[in-house]
């Protein structure tokens, strides 16, 4: 996880502010991404709405362009 503190310094220091995200679903679907916010309010926007359909367990890092996750997604509770 990363702070919003974290998150203002990243888009002071380059402009923008890139994170990598999973979650698992309700169905056990896991999924990873990346997003890239250009405000701190346009984060905090997005954190909210994240938390709130959270379905199961779930997060995000901060990271940088040059390591982000491409988006994917892949199992379920039937799959072994």
Same mark, same amino acid.
């Given at each position: 996880?990363?702070?919003? *503190?974290?998150?203002?310094?990243?888009?002071?220091?380059?402009?923008?502010?890139?994170?990598? &995200?999973w979650s698992q679903d309700c169905?056990?679907?896991?999924?990873?991404?990346? #997003? *890239?916010?250009?405000? &701190?309010?346009?984060?905090?926007?997005?954190?909210?709405?994240?938390? *709130?359909?959270?379905?199961?367990?779930?997060?995000?890092?901060?990271?940088? #362009? @040059? @390591?982000?996750?491409?988006? #994917?997604?892949?199992?379920?509770?039937?799959?072994?």
């Amino acid at each position: 996880m990363c702070s919003v *503190e974290q998150i203002q310094e990243a888009i002071l220091r380059d402009g923008v502010a890139f994170i990598n &995200v999973w979650s698992q679903d309700c169905d056990g679907v896991n999924g990873q991404w990346h #997003k *890239e916010f250009e405000s &701190v309010e346009q984060f905090l926007e997005w954190e909210e709405s994240f938390w *709130e359909w959270a379905e199961g367990s779930q997060g995000f890092s901060l990271t940088d #362009k @040059n @390591n982000l996750d491409e988006h #994917k997604s892949w199992g379920g509770w039937g799959d072994y």
